[in-house]
């Protein structure tokens, strides 16, 4: 028998929040009313796809 040479199954769309990674940046925000931002950026895992970079 001959192999089968079906095709691949699609990769699946990327989030457009985090652009496919799974991870965000934000500015760290201090102050009593977290009004100042510092030059600071932390990662933070996308709430759009919870980190599968998978479009929801």
Do not use: F
């Not at 799974?22 to 759009?48: I, N, P, S």
């Amino acid at each position: 028998m001959a192999a089968r040479t079906g095709k691949k199954p699609p990769a699946p769309a990327k989030c457009p929040a985090c652009n496919g990674t799974g991870q965000t940046t934000e500015t760290v925000r201090v102050g009593a009313r977290k009004k100042q931002e510092t030059g600071h950026k932390q990662t933070v895992m996308c709430l759009d796809c919870l980190g599968t970079g998978a479009k929801p």
